[in-house]
Each structure stands twice: as structure tokens, then as C-alpha cells.
């Protein structure tokens, strides 16, 4: 079983190589294929013999079935890079052999065997729920009103000004790195700028942020949405804006951020209804699921059987 997982890791470990790309010399000329290369295979039905290997010839259908054990992706892999195969019939071969000789009724084989088994199934059905679960109208209407920030769009710009440590080397630009009470100052006297009203956002925004992308375009961040992908201070200081405000300086890992709230749009219950049924059908699942636990809430009885225990002494060979 041990040589088995290690057979199974050097096979994950394959299937993410990249290939080696062709080697043209330069000064010989590329291999035309012949005429016939161009012409199409024919069909593949479910008879057709795909492969053979140890003398047994392996029709599609065959071929799929032995596939279709695996996760899609590494299906992907094997069907587009087919020696790869070589490797999952000789596991093939040992796994039935363990099978002849009983090994996945002995132990510790069997009760490994048994829990994968559980995780699979337990897994299985935990999807098979997430799925099926029933979502009413009224369900999706009340986490459409429960929840409005997530289903709002706003359009932000922004002034960012980063800081790297003390000790940081200059940028290759040569512009001096500032440190972070540095930057703070900065952003700060930024702020009073836009606050005081003297000051043009997107002008200061071109001078001064250290965002290059948005800069160029007068601090225009795009879009910014509850699930994007930036900082949780900064997703949380977007969505306490009012349309046309501007906030006090947040701090990411790497900088400080102003931040204006150009417009603020708010999706309507049926454009939002993808997003809507997902959401609420997982809302199920999660209660559901505490529910269960709460049910299977385990209560020790006697703790010294949870007691450390001595490893089990491995049994001498004769």
C-alpha cells in the first residue's frame, strides 16, 4: 500500500509537467507531413480499439469506464497526453493483485479502505444536498432585501500611496521608497486636500498615486463588488460610501488608500437572480450541516481513553 502511494504521487507529480517543447537545428527545414496527415481520423464509436497494453487491446468504451474513476482534469491530462497511461494500468495491475490476496480485507488496509470510503460518500452526499435543496421565491426575495450591500456595484476612484520598510532599497526609478509614517502623512495631507475642496481628485490622483493603471486615468478603479478580490478593510470602506463621498486613508499591507465612491448601482431582484439562488441554496446547506452536528455534538464519557497512547510496536518479521 506504501509503494502504491508513492505510485499515485509520482502520477500527480507527471501529470503536471509540462511537455518539452520540439527542438528545430536552425538551417534544417521543418518536416512536412504528408498529404494524409491532413485528412481526417476516422469516427471513434465505443468499440473502437484505442490502445493495447500486455497484449489486451482496449476499446473506448473500455477506456472511458477505466477514466471516468479520476477527476476531470487529470482525465483531461491523460486523454492529451496518452504514455502517460502506462503508469495508471500498472497500478491497475498491483491493486488487483492486493485484491487476490486479500490485502483490502486486512489491516490497517481494510479500515483505510473503509475511510475513504466515508469521506467520499460523506462528501458525495453533501453535494448531492447543495444541489438539490428546494429555494422558494419567497427565499430569494427575502435574502435579496436581508442582504443589499452584496448585490450593489460601485464605481470607485482612488489615490494610493505605498510604503515599503525602512531599510528597503531605492526603485529602480530611483524615486525614494517612503516608509510607512511617511506615507501616512502623505495620504493624510491628501485628504485634507480633497476635504477642503480645493483640490481636484483626479489631478491629485495623476500626481501623486502610486496605482500607475489608475492614475492614468484620474484614480478610475473600475467596478468594485463585496465578492472582489481586494483587501477586507478596503472592500469595507468602499461600501460605507455614499455616492460622490470620499473616505478617511485606509491601510492595505503595502500602502494607504483614498477612496471616492463615483457612483453606486444596485441590482434589481432579477438581474441578481443567479447570484441569488446559489447563495441561498448554500444558506440552506450551511444550516442543514449545523444542524447535523449539533445533533452528533459529541460528549466524553471517559476521558482516559483519549489518553496518549504508545505507538504500536511493529511485529518482527521471521
Do not use: C
Not at 261 to 288: C, M, T, Y
Not at 293 to 304: H, L, S, T
Amino acid at each position: 500500500m506504501k509503494h502504491l502511494s508513492i505510485a499515485l504521487l509520482s502520477t500527480v507529480l507527471l501529470l503536471g509537467q509540462s511537455q518539452e517543447p520540439v527542438k528545430v537545428t536552425p538551417g534544417i527545414p521543418a518536416v512536412t507531413p504528408p498529404a494524409s496527415a491532413t485528412t481526417p481520423p476516422p469516427p471513434v464509436t465505443p468499440d473502437t480499439v484505442v490502445l493495447e497494453v500486455d497484449g489486451k487491446k482496449i476499446t473506448a468504451a473500455e477506456l472511458d469506464k477505466i477514466l471516468a474513476s479520476f477527476p476531470a482534469a487529470t482525465q483531461q491530462t491523460l486523454r492529451s497526453r496518452p504514455q502517460l497511461l502506462s503508469q495508471l494500468f500498472w497500478m491497475q495491475k498491483l491493486a488487483e493483485d492486493a485484491e487476490k490476496a486479500g490485502l483490502d480485507k486486512q489491516s490497517p488496509y481494510k479500515e483505510q479502505l473503509d475511510g475513504f470510503r466515508l469521506q467520499l460518500l460523506a462528501t458525495a452526499e453533501t453535494t448531492f444536498l447543495g444541489n438539490t435543496l428546494a429555494v422558494t421565491e419567497e427565499d430569494q426575495r427575502k435574502y435579496y432585501n436581508d442582504n443589499p450591500d452584496k448585490f450593489k456595484e460601485v464605481k470607485v476612484r482612488v489615490i494610493y500611496v505605498a510604503f515599503s520598510p525602512a531599510l528597503a532599497k531605492p526603485a529602480a526609478d530611483g524615486k525614494k521608497r517612503l516608509t510607512e509614517a511617511e506615507a501616512k502623512a502623505k495620504i493624510e495631507n491628501l485628504a485634507i486636500q480633497i476635504k477642503g475642496g480645493g483640490s481636484d481628485f483626479g489631478m491629485l490622483a495623476r500626481e501623486n498615486s502610486d496605482d500607475q493603471a489608475s492614475a492614468a486615468k484620474d484614480g478610475d478603479f473600475g467596478i468594485v463588488k463585496q465578492d472582489s478580490s481586494y483587501p477586507k478593510d478596503f472592500i469595507t470602506a468602499v461600501f460605507a460610501l455614499k455616492q460622490g463621498e470620499t473616505s478617511v486613508p485606509v491601510k492595505v499591507p503595502n500602502g494607504f488608500y483614498l477612496i471616492r465612491a463615483e457612483e453606486i448601482n444596485q441590482k434589481s431582484f432579477n438581474d441578481a437572480l443567479q447570484q441569488i439562488g446559489p447563495a441561498v441554496r448554500k444558506e440552506h446547506l450551511d444550516a442543514e450541516l449545523k444542524a447535523l452536528q449539533a445533533k452528533y455534538n459529541v460528549k466524553i464519557e471517559n476521558p482516559a481513553y483519549f489518553a496518549p497512547r504508545a505507538p504500536a510496536q511493529l511485529q518482527q518479521v521471521h
